[in-house]
């Protein structure tokens, strides 16, 4: 299991920007695929991007496509999420998770954190 820790979410208006933060507890952070995951009020948690152990090889569902950012500092045990061109659709509660794999299905991550609020405003 791994402690994670997100932060930087908030409120911003449509077309702004926010980065989200996930801090890990793990030693050995770099063996973990991590990824960001959201669930918008009353619907399913969906996948949102994810990025391999090494940092090489990223993810991302087609709604966040070109708009948003993954990526990972192995030396600080660090993910982040870089969200641009913020729209109302994308207001959810964001999850950071790891797996021992890449992939894009939430049954694959053992551990998450306990999600961050980002709310776009119309």
């Known amino acids: 299991q791994v402690q994670l820790v997100e932060s930087g979410g908030g409120l911003v208006q449509t077309g702004g920007s926010l980065r989200l933060s996930c801090a890990a507890s793990?030693?050995?952070?770099?063996?973990?695929?991590m990824a960001w995951f959201r669930q918008p009020p009353g619907q399913a948690r969906e996948f949102v991007a994810v990025?391999?152990?090494?940092?090489?090889?990223?993810r991302y569902a087609d709604s966040v496509k070109d708009r948003f950012t993954i990526s990972r500092d192995n030396a600080k045990s660090t993910v982040y999420l870089q969200m641009n061109s913020l729209k109302p659709e994308d207001t959810a509660v964001y999850y950071c998770?790891?797996?021992?794999?890449?992939?894009?299905?939430?049954?694959?991550?053992?551990?998450w954190g306990q999600g961050t609020q980002v709310t776009v405003s119309s």
């Open positions: 998770a790891a797996s021992s794999i890449t992939d894009t299905s939430p049954a694959m991550y053992h551990s």
């Open positions: 793990a030693r050995a952070f770099v063996n973990y695929a």
């Open positions: 990025v391999a152990r090494s940092g090489g090889g990223t």
